[in-house]
């Protein structure tokens, strides 16, 4: 293959527009976030319908929700419970799956949950892994924002 087949090829992959995956969906990259820095909120839309306000956790490895935001899902019941290791121990929640979990235009599909009533209000679950590792993500503390890409 000659060099300047291979420059064409190159160039004509970088400029072709990016492919949109199944799971993801957003141009918007950057999030607000509120809080102090000792703890990030964030605002999330479930299922496309139920919009609250959420602890940004990466070191959860699955999304959590207060059993009152839960119920207005109006979620089917868990066929599945999961141990999960906490700050306080080992405690059993069931798991549910969402449609989606949108954050700042930022969309996931099928993302695993769990519904436990550890979420103190005013907030309405936490995000986690789950929800993250759809992702390349950051959080800059400094100018309060989550960068999803």
Partial sequence: MSGRFR?????????????????ATGAQTEVPL?????????HATLNGRIDGLFLLDTGASICVLAPGTARQLDLPAAAAQVELRTA????????????????????ARD???VI?????????????????????YGVDP????????
Avoid at 7 to 23: E, I, K, R, V, Y
């Fill in 7 to 23: 420059l064409a090829l190159l160039s004509l992959l970088l400029l072709a527009p990016a492919a949109s995956a199944d799971w």
């Fill in 34 to 42: 509120e809080g102090n820095g000792s703890g990030w909120l964030v």
């Fill in 88 to 107: 306080n121990g080992t405690v059993r929640a069931p798991v549910v799956q969402l449609r989606s979990v949108d954050v700042g235009g930022n969309r």
């Fill in 111 to 113: 993302v695993e949950a």
């Fill in 116 to 136: 436990h009533p550890a979420v103190p209000p005013p907030l309405d679950g936490i995000i986690g892994l789950s929800f993250l590792d759809h992702f390349s």
């Fill in 142 to 149: 400094r100018r309060r924002v989550l960068r999803l890409r």
